[in-house]
T-cell receptor, first 111, second 112 residues
Framework: GQQVMQIPQYQHVQEGEDFTTYCNSSTTLSNIQWYKQRPGGHPVFLIQLVKSGEVKKQKRLTFQFGEAKKNSSLHITATQTTDVGTYFCAGPTSGTYKYIFGTGTRLKVLA | DAGITQSPRYKITETGRQVTLMCHQTWSHSYMFWYRQDLGHGLRLIYYSAAADITDKGEVPDGYVVSRSKTENFPLTLESATRSQTSVYFC???????????FGPGTRLTVL
């Protein structure tokens, strides 16, 4: 079945450093979503990418969807302690609305 | 209040007992989902529903039953709980299309 992997699994950064997480799907995706989950909380939707090669920015966060629509990345510039949490990507199983989540990247930011 | 709610928020049960986790959303979203979250496994889809009376299996459906007689409710039942079902369960809903998915606060279930 469809698999969605993320790397790295964990990342510790010093506050102010940049951070990137990568998402790779075993199948081509019609779209990809990104979520953030704070410790002890629930996943919260960040953004959705639909077009091949699409790049979207939200303040310090930059999201990119690969040309082949099988991979995506989230880049955070100058991390802050408020960026702490686990970042997940999710893509739908072909022809359905069943979103399969990636394994997640847990980010810790050291002040 | 508008939103998506889950109950109970915490539950402790014993092996072999039947447990039902409730999920309610007030947006009239067509799609609803149940995920479980375990350390090292991220979020795994158990079941999803595209509309009332339409449900489909996800990645890990064994040992679970769902129903959706009303659009706003999507209960998840563990017919005979096992220790491996100890987890945090998240319900979610979406309007479909390119709309975002909203997650409930989660239910932490412990099976002894």
């Amino acid at each position: 079945g469809q698999q969605v992997m993320q790397i790295p699994q964990y990342q510790h950064v010093q506050e102010g450093e940049d951070f990137t997480t990568y998402c790779n799907s075993s199948t081509t995706l019609s779209n990809i979503q990104w979520y953030k989950q704070r410790p002890g909380g629930h996943p919260v939707f960040l953004i959705q990418l639909v077009k091949s090669g699409e790049v979207k920015k939200q303040k310090r966060l930059t999201f990119q969807f690969g040309e082949a629509k099988k991979n995506s990345s989230l880049h955070i510039t100058a991390t802050q302690t408020t960026d702490v949490g686990t970042y997940f990507c999710a893509g739908p199983t072909s022809g359905t609305y069943k979103y399969i989540f990636g394994t997640g990247t847990r980010l810790k930011v050291l002040a | 209040d508008a939103g998506i709610t889950q109950s109970p928020r915490y539950k402790i049960t014993e092996t072999g007992r039947q447990v039902t986790l409730m999920c309610h959303q007030t947006w009239s979203h067509s799609y609803m989902f149940w995920y479980r979250q375990d350390l090292g496994h991220g979020l795994r889809l158990i079941y999803y529903s595209a509309a009332a009376d339409i449900t489909d299996k996800g990645e890990v459906p064994d040992g679970y039953v769902v129903s959706r007689s009303k659009t706003e409710n999507f209960p998840l039942t563990l017919e005979s709980a096992t220790r491996s079902q100890t987890s945090v369960y998240f319900c979610a809903s979406s309007g479909g299309g390119l709309n975002e998915t909203f997650f409930g606060p989660g239910t932490r279930l412990t099976v002894l």
